[in-house]
């Protein structure tokens, strides 16, 4: 297993997109940290500011174990998140299917 980069960014799609292509030097370059396998969305910077702090003191085994229980086979997250594919997360069993969705469309849980 090799290293568990944690950063926090304005947009997800750009950093992923440098990171993966190496554009900038430093740490990410140097380490090859290419693959997304774990994120959480923030509505505010100052969170997702505090979140990143709180993770980076975190020891690795914990920081596994948080990957582990969302994304159980590290499956790069990058390709779902641009829609060039589903999101392996999820199972067809666990998205509830069209009729939960458009419910929680409904109830506004999701923007349309």
């Not at 926090?8 to 554009?23: I, K, M, P």
Request: hydrophobic fraction near 35%; aromatic fraction near 12%; charged fraction near 35%.
């Amino acid at each position: 297993m090799g290293v568990i980069y944690i950063g926090s960014t304005s947009d997800l799609y750009r950093r992923g997109r440098e990171h993966r292509e190496g554009l900038y030097e430093g740490f990410t370059k140097r380490h090859r940290c290419g693959m997304l396998v774990w994120y959480e969305p923030f509505e505010m910077m100052v969170s997702a500011v505090h979140r990143e702090r709180q993770l980076k003191r975190w020891n690795r085994s914990w920081k596994m174990e948080l990957i582990d229980r969302r994304n159980s086979d590290w499956c790069d997250l990058y390709s779902f998140l641009v829609g060039e594919a589903f999101d392996p997360r999820i199972t067809s069993e666990d998205d509830g299917g069209v009729e939960k969705f458009l419910a929680r469309l409904k109830r506004g849980e999701i923007e349309d």
